[in-house]
């Protein structure tokens, strides 16, 4: 009856298995309700894409999307690496040159949120070009001329201040010797108003809308910046950019005059390791879609596509990103539905060894009774060969004993056969050995009355 119901709860736990890991899978793959965008400044492209990627995620899928306004890269990533936004825009190596205007940071404890949930890539996006903007009639003609000057290096965290900074090195200027603003892109257009502003170095990219607001005026112009090939030795996340002459004004003043050298960085999108594999995965679908470039004027992903896109510095690529850029290498399970139900498996596989031990020791059991059984019977069998050795056949007595020694042997070997079914006597070496010593004592009392029937014969033809 126990192993009846034993097999009935097998079976139905097989029956139910696939319903329950289908619905254990769905629970933790299922999209949040909510997501949320650290986008930076609102006149800088960060928050233009961001606004955008809201209106096509939330177009897609049954999710509201949030967009945080942040002072720039180094606040994105912190926000996400205290959980507290789901995807934020980085400029790469900001950490690091902020890093070193603030050293006291190195020492604070980096991970708020647990240890495996680390930052991952999902795409770049453009490049973030780097503007020494000027007046268009003032006396800076070079960077050689911006000693002493009052110079917008951008807000305290953003990406333009970490790029400001490695610049800055490379042109060996010290903040002793230049008037630092930490500056806003609205303030910096403000104080370039009232002329209070000597220069603004700006990392943007080139479609900008605080670019081409001080630029298409003809008001201002650019710098351009000596020596590029050193910088990005330097600045290993800079590479040399050049911007086409006329790319803000083509008309006089022209802005540029002629191309000029410059450096860029990349302007990448991040996210959690712990977002699931598809919320991700649709995410990259957006950005690498050619509608969502053409829109946002994202010219060098439209053109080079998952090449652009997959140009990382210093983060793993997120699975559900690696599953579009990468299709062919996704596997037969989803790494989401595999991690949901790892639990479950090593679960149920304690259980099946736990049975299948609990099941031995069964055995063993009845296999210890079914010895046991045997040793009684065993010891029977002794007394009786023991009783046959004393009876040597010569008497004239000994035939009727011999008959009934013989017959008790019979009378065992029968009772023990009742024990045991066909299976258990082909399985059990002991029973095999027990009904051998039974034959063999058989035997052995057989020939004993052979003898003396033998004998008795002998006598009557003598006494004829």
């Given amino acids: ?48 894409m961001a606004v955008q990627l809201k209106a096509m995620l939330e177009q897609r899928l049954p999710i509201n999307v949030q967009i945080l306004e942040t002072k720039g890269s180094l606040e994105n990533l912190e926000l996400l690496r205290h959980g507290k936004v789901d995807l934020a825009f980085y400029q790469p190596g900001a950490e690091d040159a902020l890093s070193i205007l603030k050293p006291e940071r190195k020492a604070q404890p980096k991970l708020m949120v647990q240890p495996e949930d680390q930052i991952c890539f999902i795409a770049n996006l453009y490049s973030q070009v780097l503007h020494i903007i000027v007046p268009a009639d003032s006396d800076i003609k070079s960077v050689g001329d911006l000693k002493r000057r009052r110079i917008a290096i951008g807000d305290q965290g953003s990406g333009d201040l970490a790029a400001s900074l490695p610049l800055l090195r490379h042109l060996q200027l010290n903040m002793d010797q230049i008037e630092p603003a930490y500056l806003s892109y609205h303030e910096i257009e403000d104080q370039f108003e009232e002329k209070t502003l000597d220069a603004a170095i700006v990392t943007v990219g080139i479609e900008a809308p605080v670019l081409h607001d001080l630029l298409e005026t003809g008001n201002y112009r650019i710098l351009e910046i000596p020596f590029t090939g050193a910088l990005t030795r330097k600045a290993s996340h800079f590479y040399e950019y050049e911007i086409p002459a006329g790319m803000f004004r083509t008309q006089e003043p022209i802005v540029p005059e002629s191309n000029l050298q410059t450096v860029a960085c990349g302007a990448h999108l991040l996210t959690r390791q712990s977002l699931a594999d598809p919320l991700i995965a649709e995410v990259t679908g957006i950005i690498l879609h050619q509608n969502f470039s053409r829109q946002m004027h994202l010219n060098e992903l439209f053109a080079a596509g998952y090449e652009f896109a997959q140009d990382n510095q210093g983060f793993p690529v997120h699975s559900g990103a690696d599953h579009v850029y990468n299709p062919e290498l996704k596997p037969f399970l989803n790494s989401d539905f595999v991690e949901a139900t790892e639990g479950m498996r090593s679960f149920l596989v304690s259980v099946l060894i736990a049975a299948y031990l609990l099941f031995r020791w069964v055995q063993k059991r009845r296999s210890k009774a079914k010895e046991h059984r045997l040793d009684r019977y065993i010891r029977q069998l002794v007394e009786i060969e023991n009783k046959q050795m004393q009876v040597d056949g010569n008497n004239q007595d000994d035939g009727p004993a011999l008959q009934t020694l013989l017959d008790d042997v019979t009378s065992l070997r029968q009772s023990t056969l009742e024990q045991f079914s066909a299976h258990e006597l082909n399985e059990d070496r002991a029973t095999d050995a027990f009904l051998e010593m039974c034959h063999a004592l058989s035997d052995k009392i057989n020939a004993k009355l052979l003898g003396w029937k033998i004998d008795r014969m002998g006598e009557k033809i003598s006494k004829s």
């Fill in 1 to 48: 009856m126990k192993r009846s119901l034993f097999k009935i709860l097998i079976v139905l736990l097989l029956i139910f298995l696939p319903v329950i890991l289908h619905q254990t899978y769905r629970w933790m793959t299922a999209f949040p309700t909510q997501i949320t965008i650290a986008a930076g400044h609102p006149e800088g492209r960060y928050h233009g």
